[in-house]
Nanobody, 112 residues
Framework: QVRLVESGGGLVQAGGSLRLSCAASGNIFRLNDMGWYRQAPGKQRDMVATISSAGSTNYADSVKGRFTISRDNAENTVYLQMNSLKPEDTAVYYC??????WGRGTQVTVSS
């Protein structure tokens, strides 16, 4: 059974930083592509960043240069370092283990 548990969300002022973590259990973590997605109230869930099993990364244009996705295969964990946060980054952030497994999300709120 696959289980994904996000942590690290919270309330931060604009310009601040947060680091999200996603601890994964179940199938062999290192073989899976992983990703972070976010959903703001009334909006669809959008890709924020992805990282392949080989470590290749991809970012949404809105977060390029500010967010960094990384993974620790020994710890079965994927991270999202978020810097220079903006109020428009406010959303519930979800971890995804490809192809279909989602965590329950962690709230990130950025105040202006």
């Amino acid at each position: 059974q696959v289980r994904l548990v996000e942590s690290g969300g919270g309330l931060v002022q604009a310009g601040g930083s947060l680091r999200l973590s996603c601890a994964a259990s179940g199938n062999i973590f290192r073989l899976n592509d992983m990703g972070w997605y976010r959903q703001a109230p009334g909006k669809q869930r959008d890709m924020v960043a992805t990282i392949s099993s080989a470590g290749s990364t991809n970012y949404a244009d809105s977060v390029k240069g500010r967010f960094t996705i990384s993974r620790d295969n020994a710890e079965n964990t994927v991270y999202l370092q978020m810097n220079s946060l903006k109020p428009e980054d406010t959303a519930v952030y979800y971890c995804k283990k490809e192809p279909i497994f989602w965590g329950r999300g962690t709230q990130v709120t950025v105040s202006s």
